[in-house]
């Protein structure tokens, strides 16, 4: 394995592992969702997040953060151009218009990951993929918008 390989995968894993930060009304709403639609795979998906997760008022969430609603700059091995998707709820989900459901595979990666950091997530074929995430382009909670 090269050393950018070696580099990428170690960072991917780190990831997986690292604290997440979501938002105190990310967590309401998400759950909301969960019990909403009555799927264990859903409750499963957001029980795995909190377990990992420090959950903090919006004020105090870091501002390199993806969070609902956020606009995020990212790369896919093997894409030249970045893609720049806004993380939605699921009702406003609209792949085409580069709005990205939190529950999609991707969606559920990106919550919660940081400028910089590359993260892993599985395709519905079950193979894993990655997405880098380049840039916060707009994060609600560092533009004062709490109740985004």
Same mark, same amino acid.
């Given at each position: ?96 218009? =580069? !709005?990205?459901?939190?529950? #999609?595979? $991707?969606?559920? &990666? ?5 400028? +910089? @950091? ?7 074929? =079950? !193979?894993?993929?990655?997405? #880098?995430? $380049?840039?916060? &382009? ?5 533009? +004062? @918008?709490?109740?985004?």
């Amino acid at each position: 394995m090269t050393a950018t390989k070696t580099q990428t995968a170690q960072t991917a894993q780190t990831a997986q592992t690292a604290t997440l930060y979501l938002t105190e009304l990310d967590v309401t709403r998400l759950e909301r969702i969960a019990s909403r639609a009555g799927s264990a795979q859903l409750e499963d998906m957001l029980d795995s997040l909190l377990a990992r997760a420090t959950i903090v008022a919006p004020e105090e969430i870091p501002t390199d953060v993806v969070t609902m609603n956020t606009r995020v700059v990212c790369t896919l091995p093997g894409e030249h151009a970045p893609r720049d998707w806004t993380l939605v709820y699921p009702d406003a989900a609209d792949f085409d218009a =580069g !709005r990205l459901s939190v529950l #999609s595979p $991707v969606g559920q &990666a990106l919550l919660g990951a940081r400028a +910089g @950091q590359t993260v892993s997530y599985r395709l519905p074929d =079950g !193979r894993e993929q990655q997405v #880098s995430v $380049v840039e916060i &382009a707009f994060q609600p909670e560092a533009s +004062g @918008q709490y109740t985004l």
